[in-house]
């Protein structure tokens, strides 16, 4: 399953994003997507329980400024480290919102488009 391009090694290690506004309580995580053992993903203590409800450009900073490193394809799974940081405005899937989700050390995709799948 092709999910990252261009993405340094931390960003593929760990392929996370936490939407702590919207979730349930954090239960343990599922396996992580190909990109990283989950061994790797459980100690970091992710969660893979979400999904990519459009295609999202991955950043390095939380900010629509930040360059953009890579990219997660609509209905792709992702894991993300909890919580959610506040960053930049933006506006995407319909929604404006200033909520970031961390994937990975100075990685970082848009909330509003990633939903959770339980």
Known sequence: MKILSRVGVA????????MAF??????APAPVAAAAP????AAAGT???WKA????KIRTAPKTSATAVGQVNKGSKVCVYPPAVKGGTY?????TDDRWLKIGTNRYIVGMCVDFTG
């Not at 919207?22 to 239960?27: D, E, F, G, S």
């Open 53 to 56: 409800a459009e295609t999202i």
């Open 38 to 41: 989950a061994a790797t993903a």
């Open 47 to 49: 969660d893979c329980r």
């Open 11 to 18: 960003g593929a290690t760990a392929f996370v994003a936490s």
């Open 22 to 27: 919207a979730a349930p309580a954090l239960a």
């Open 91 to 95: 506006t995407a899937c319909k929604r």
